[in-house]
């Protein structure tokens, strides 16, 4: 070939390598960011399927786009006399569906609701499974003791409040488990305790036995004594003649009205100096020592419906005193307040003192020993020969217009006819029995 002809031709041969060149390089490019997208993919792949060894949720985790529920909680189930919420998988309603017999529980489950029903028995078997449980109601059924199997609720050791009032048992339930926090017994008639059915609830803070046939002979082996975490015994509305004994330092609420307590021996209080709230209200207390309520933290003080026949000193911290319905003619306030510390004031705010025999309002020195008084409910008195008296004051106010508290005690007719409630709902647990007047 001629030499020209050559030099064309390597001419046509470069152009041509430079116009592929560019569309050479960017084909690599591509092909490099598709190899390692596959790369990624196939490693990102092979890492998901190997298993784990520390950690196995047991149930596909995928996010449900809708409720942003995790899946899994709609694949656990529950028994079909029931309701569970997607909200809360770990709950399931069974109240008032007329329930003869308690359904097996789901392993699941950690609350479960079977109140207002018609069950009379727990059988272990219905609890087989079901070992996460921390709350049970079981109230408002007719479940007697010997139907319930032995041992049935100790064998769950999460298990924290148990309800059972409103029932027909006649013995304390027994054994329990040792992680119980809330036991509520009331509305039952139990008459028979076990010596050791509370040795081992060292975790119990509440316990409610108010509404049942409890007398001394039960309480005498100090059976509370051992419950060192406990703050609040109910034992309302029992067959109590005297005052429970060995109760223990950390109790801050104790409930004892519509007993037959007649007397509190000296210094039963030492050992309760955290005692926040104290009602003894509808008992047959008379002479009682006028100091023995000189505890430290003492808030509330209910002696209502009692046959006491003098005041008693009345403790710093005190905030609201019901004395109603006793035999007081005359309050002595150098016994209520022997001394004034201008530094250190009584806290009393509120005193309820109707259906007493006083002939005169208290003597206006009371304002110097108890400044933060707002309310003093007289209401009706009583004479000597049984006849209903007036005062001039019914009820006495102070500081209307800066004391928001007194905004309560502004409808006399309210205050006639529930003022031993007003202060004191706010002290007490909800399930804590209001006096029955």
């Not at 029903?117 to 059988?123: K, P, R, S």
């Not at 108010?210 to 703050?231: P, Q, R, T, V, W």
């Amino acid at each position: 070939m001629f030499p020209f002809l050559l030099a064309i031709e390597k001419k046509k041969k470069k152009k041509k390598m430079g116009f592929l060149s560019p569309i050479f390089v960017i084909f690599f490019f591509l092909g490099v960011k598709v190899h390692c997208q596959y790369e990624t993919y196939q490693w990102d792949e092979d890492y998901d399927q190997e298993p784990d060894d520390d950690y196995q949720t047991g149930f596909p985790f995928h996010q449900n786009v809708d409720y942003g529920v995790p899946f899994h909680q709609y694949t656990l189930g529950c028994v079909s006399e029931c309701f569970c919420p997607t909200n809360f998988p770990s709950s399931m309603y069974c109240d008032n569906r007329k329930l003869k017999a308690i359904p097996n529980i789901p392993m699941h489950i950690q609350q479960l609701y079977l109140q207002f029903n018609e069950i009379e028995g727990v059988t272990a078997n219905s609890f087989i499974n079901a070992t996460y449980l921390k709350e049970i109601n079981l109230s408002y059924n007719k479940i007697k003791s010997q139907k319930i199997d032995y041992g049935v609720f100790a064998k769950l050791p999460n298990l924290l409040q148990l309800h059972l009032e409103h029932n027909n048992l006649e013995e304390f339930p027994f054994p329990l488990p040792k992680s119980l926090e809330r036991l509520l017994l009331g509305y039952n008639e139990i008459s028979k305790l076990q010596t050791n059915a509370m040795d081992g609830l060292v975790n119990l803070t509440m316990l409610d036995l108010c509404y049942n046939h409890l007398h001394d002979s039960l309480l005498k082996d100090k059976i509370f004594a051992k419950m060192e975490k406990l703050m609040q015994l109910n034992l309302c509305n029992n067959r109590l003649e005297s005052m429970p004994p060995g109760l223990p330092s950390s109790l801050m609420y104790l409930s004892l009205e519509n007993n037959s307590i007649s007397s509190i021996p000296e210094k039963y209080f030492d050992k309760l100096p955290k005692l926040h709230a104290l009602r003894l209200s509808h008992n047959k207390l008379q002479d009682i020592p006028y100091n023995i309520f000189n505890l430290p933290n003492l808030v509330e003080l209910s002696v209502g419906h009692n046959k006491l026949k003098q005041a008693f000193y009345i403790p710093r911290n005190l905030e609201h005193l019901y004395l109603q319905n006793n035999e007081i003619e005359k309050m002595n306030l150098t016994v209520m307040c022997p001394s004034i510390d201008p530094l250190h004031h009584h806290h009393l705010t509120y005193i309820r003192v109707d259906q007493n025999k006083l002939k005169e309002p208290i003597s206006s020195y009371i304002f110097f020993c108890f400044p933060h008084i707002h309310t003093i409910y007289y209401g009706e008195q009583r004479s000597t020969n049984g006849q209903t008296i007036q005062l001039k004051t019914q009820v006495f106010r102070r500081f209307q217009d800066d004391d928001d508290e007194s905004e309560d005690h502004d409808d006399p007719d309210n205050a006639h006819e529930s003022p031993e409630q007003e202060g004191a709902e706010g002290h007490f647990d909800p399930h804590y029995y209001a006096n029955q007047e």
